[in-house]
């Protein structure tokens, strides 16, 4: 297992004021790292279990331990923290502020687990002393920058689940839980309840679609350089996906499809939109992407074996 390491303070932004890390996997940088119970047959950044319940074995993910079910067994908290990657503590309604002590003895990051935050944001930190994060369930997405601005580490965001998930009603998947909890700033997703390696494969989707939308970063090393280019060309994908799926139904609409159906006029408005979006693009470079995109579009369209197909297609 990897040994636990100390938050790393860092003034990255006005929204994110610290970054902790847990063995190797950074919470509160630029990525949203997925969190989830060992035994789900996914590769996970990091697995959460209750105290007493192997974490590791299975897995190499660094092993966060949720000591709140532990009662008076600071023993128990003494002997986890010396190899866990983070100490999940109690929620605002019992700081167990002993077992926070315990882990910040051997170093190990403490991870507190707030209740329903309601108007505020939680009790104050003196009950348990220094926090290295906190935990929102999702249910309270609004909480997120509440907490963020209250606690100044990062925030996890806890959603439920497989079953857990389809019993909270319609909407409530975890892809739709995901995109939430990163739309709303969460720093990392926390899986809780039965959770599937489908389930881990949402919400990594969901963080990396939506993560560098809402997280903009400045990369300081080639290699962290090379992950947020990552991120972005995954949202670049994404969206070029969507709109060659909106173009193709397009040209199905038009009385004269495929390229002799293009509009130029149109396509110099949609230049001249982009170009305000992304002043350090010249005109021409933009017209180049513009032309490239509309035209691997058609092909596209016109490879696609619809029952409906294009005018322009014999």
């Known amino acids: 297992m990897t040994a636990p390491t100390h938050r790393t303070a860092r003034a990255s932004s006005a929204r994110r004021t610290t970054v902790v890390r847990f063995g190797d996997v950074a919470v509160g940088g630029h990525s949203v790292p997925v969190i989830a119970p060992p035994g789900t047959g996914a590769d996970v950044d990091c697995v959460v279990a209750p105290a007493g ?154 963080a990396a679609r939506l993560g560098p939308l809402v997280r903009p970063a400045v990369p300081d090393t080639l290699g962290a350089g090379r992950e947020v280019i990552d991120g972005i060309d995954a949202v670049i994908a994404t969206l070029l996906e969507y709109r060659v799926g909106v173009a193709g139904r397009i040209q199905q609409l038009k009385p004269v499809g495929g390229h002799a159906g293009r509009d130029r006029a149109r396509e110099a408005e949609i230049v001249t939109a982009m170009a305000r979006r992304a002043p350090s693009l010249s005109r021409a470079a933009i017209e180049a992407i513009v032309a490239a995109v509309i035209e691997a579009g058609l092909e596209a369209a016109e490879r696609s074996g619809d029952d409906d197909p294009p005018v322009w297609r014999g």
Do not use: F, K, M, N
């Not at 002993?98 to 003196?126: C, E, I």
């Not at 926090?131 to 580490?153: C, F, L």
């Open 53 to 206: 319940v192997a974490a590791v074995g299975s897995t190499d993910a660094a092993a966060i331990v949720d000591v709140t079910g532990v009662g008076g067994g600071l023993h128990v908290v003494d002997a986890v923290a010396r190899t866990a990657a983070g100490i999940v503590v109690g929620d605002s309604a019992g700081r167990h502020a002993a077992h926070a002590a315990a882990a910040r003895r051997s170093g190990t990051p403490v991870v507190l687990r707030l209740g329903a935050l309601g108007d505020g944001a939680g009790a104050a930190d003196g009950d348990a002393g220094p926090i290295d994060a906190v935990v929102v369930d999702v249910e309270h997405a609004s909480a997120i920058e509440r907490a963020r601005h209250h606690y100044g580490v990062p925030v996890l965001a806890r959603l439920c689940s497989g079953a857990d998930a389809a019993a909270a009603g319609p909407g409530a998947g975890v892809g739709g839980l995901a995109g939430v909890a990163v739309a709303a700033g969460a720093d990392a997703l926390w899986l809780s309840g039965s959770v599937s390696a489908a389930d881990v494969a949402q919400a990594r989707e969901a």
